[in-house]
Nanobody, 123 residues
């Protein structure tokens, strides 16, 4: 059974940092990453990492502020978020896809995601 379990969300002031973690139950995905979603909005890809060669991909709005990484021995993917702003407030979901990281920039089908963790940034 596929399981993606996020942790590390919370509340922080603008300029602060949070680190999200996602423990995944299987190591065979082609791509792991994060997307976020605000009420009544579509999901928004944040960052992704290819499990094959370790390539990382970022949405333009997080480049230079967020870092995605992976510990394959622990079956865990991380999202280090620095210099947070109120616009980053959302529910953050861990994502896994069997095929590619295309979901990061396109509203295409995504295979699996977790239950989400709330990130709230106050000004």
């Amino acid at each position: 059974q596929v399981q993606l379990v996020e942790s590390g969300g919370g509340s922080v002031q603008a300029g602060g940092s949070l680190r999200l973690s996602c423990a995944h139950s299987w190591a065979g995905y082609a791509c792991l990453g994060w997307f976020r979603q605000r009420p009544l909005e579509d999901r928004e890809g944040v960052a992704a990492i290819s499990t094959g060669d370790g390539s990382t991909f970022y949405a333009d709005f997080v480049k230079g502020r967020f870092t995605i990484s992976r510990d394959s021995a622990k079956n865990t993917v991380y999202l280090q978020m620095d210099n947070l702003s109120p616009e980053d407030s959302a529910i953050y979901y861990c994502a896994a896809d069997m095929t590619s990281c295309a979901w990061l920039n396109q509203l295409v089908q995504l295979d699996y995601w977790g239950q989400g963790t709330q990130v709230t940034v106050s000004s």
